[in-house]
């Protein structure tokens, strides 16, 4: 049975887009693993509890590693810049590939008063292979609040 040409080059054709297919899910998959790994925290809420300013906390970990504990250490700057308190808050477990709601309560604050929240420094963060280096260079801050959040 003859093949014409056309049918050759079809052929061809199917060949090489296979091809090409491999080798961009071979590129993805290895941008995927060459991707940096991110500890995802969002400022999710505030909202008055008392006479405190409960604060709540979205944590994704986007890390290999399960984090059993971080500590962040937070300055609170009010609304004309000045520093209102250095506050310490600890996530708890965060597994690997997962995410967590937490919520702080900051005593005697109204939330209004807070313009400005920085994540100032990693305290503690433990897992495996986790330091509080790895974990404060790991670590993506956004908000949805009128607050700033910045690290």
């Known amino acids: 049975m003859a093949v014409s040409s056309g049918g050759k080059r079809a052929g061809l054709l199917r060949g090489a887009t296979g091809a090409a297919l491999v080798l961009m899910a071979t590129a993805s998959a ?17 909202e008055a509890n008392n006479k405190a300013c409960r604060l709540s906390f979205v944590i ?5 590693a399960n984090i059993d504990d971080m500590a962040l250490e937070l300055v609170l700057f009010e609304q004309d810049g000045r520093v209102n308190r250095f506050v310490v808050v600890r996530t708890a477990k965060v597994p ?4 967590r709601v937490r919520q702080f309560d900051i005593p005697e604050t109204a939330c209004p008063s807070i313009a400005r929240i920085l994540v100032n420094d990693v305290k503690e963060c433990t897992g495996a292979g986790l330091t509080p280096g790895s974990c404060a260079e790991s670590i993506k801050v956004a908000t949805r609040t009128d607050m700033r959040f910045e690290n």
């Not at 994704?60 to 290999?64: A, I, P, R, V």
């Not at 690997?96 to 995410?99: F, Q, T």
């Open 96 to 99: 690997a590939g997962k995410s």
């Open 60 to 64: 994704d970990n986007g890390l290999e």
């Open 30 to 46: 290895a941008q995927a693993q060459d991707a940096p790994r991110t500890i995802s925290i969002e400022l999710n809420g505030a």
